[in-house]
């Protein structure tokens, strides 16, 4: 009876291993899944969010110029730093919103939107609203601040970090709403999961890519001072590319705020949407429908976003121009 005791508990014992490995096996592969969940939904918001990366990518890259060459990248760096402090701010907000009023995630991404496009008109108004001579004064003050050794470089640097730390809160809040818009329908987790991956992911890319930005020129400067007649070249290649990029970046950064932000407000107003789509695929029906398609979804988008853009310029300059007479007196 002992040998018949001790066989049944080796085999309850060999069973509970069994079980043991069975549901470690199942646990496995829900990690895994709930892993390939958050890689996949990563990725999505990160292609729904890369549209704004142009017009942040710009914005930094133009904000950190003006200092002198061997202070760009601890510039960078601070404003790093402080891009990282504006997320670690907005993603517990978002994902406090998320969790206890879910209902305003697609108002906010309706004024994130609605933003964006006013910054784009607001740019392809710049020349109107702002004098050449107002321009060419600024750039002025920034070549007499990096000449003029009498000049406090510390308190002028913290300027320029704090009005980009300041453009970067903006852009990063749009960037947070969008992903958690996008991942709005997934576990707490998961979304924690997203939100940290992309708010690591597009600081240390946009800063790094900054970084790379600015030194540009200084490598091709390098370049061109060496013995090989390739390395010079490629010197004077970069020398050549630097300005062109930035402009480019410009450029692209202004298009990409129309497409995305006329993007959100097509999509949190359904009957636009719906009729969007429609036109899209009808488009889908010449050859090479595929392209069409998205050509003109794309193209409608932006339309919504420059007018959308038109207007909220427009209000905003009616308040600035009532107040105007209301502060005079004053």
Known sequence: MAGASLLTLLDDIAT?????????????????????????????????????????????????????????????????????????????????????????????????????????VEKLAHKFLHSAAEDEAAHASHAQANANAAVNLVDFEKDKIKGAVRTDFILSAEIIVIALGTVAAAPFAQQVAVLVSIALLMTVGVYGLVAGIVKLDDLGLWLSGKASAVAQAVGRGLLAAAPRLMKFLSVAGMAAMFLVGGGILVHGIPALHHGIEAMGAAAGAWPLGGVWSALTTNLLNAVVGLMAGALVLGAWLLVQRLRGPAAARG
């Open 16 to 120: 509970i291993l069994d079980d043991v490995a069975v549901m470690t096996k199942v646990a496995a592969k829900k990690s895994a899944a709930v892993a390939d969940d958050v890689a996949a939904m990563t990725k999505v918001a990160t292609q729904k969010t890369a549209g704004v990366l142009g017009d942040d990518l710009a914005l930094n890259a133009q904000q950190v110029t003006g200092v002198r060459a061997e202070r760009e990248i601890p510039v960078v760096w601070a404003v790093a730093k402080g891009s990282l402090v504006n997320k670690a701010i907005l993603v517990p907000a978002a994902l406090a919103i998320s969790a206890l009023l879910p209902v305003l995630i697609t108002p906010l991404l309706m004024l994130g939107g609605a933003f964006l496009c006013f910054e784009g």
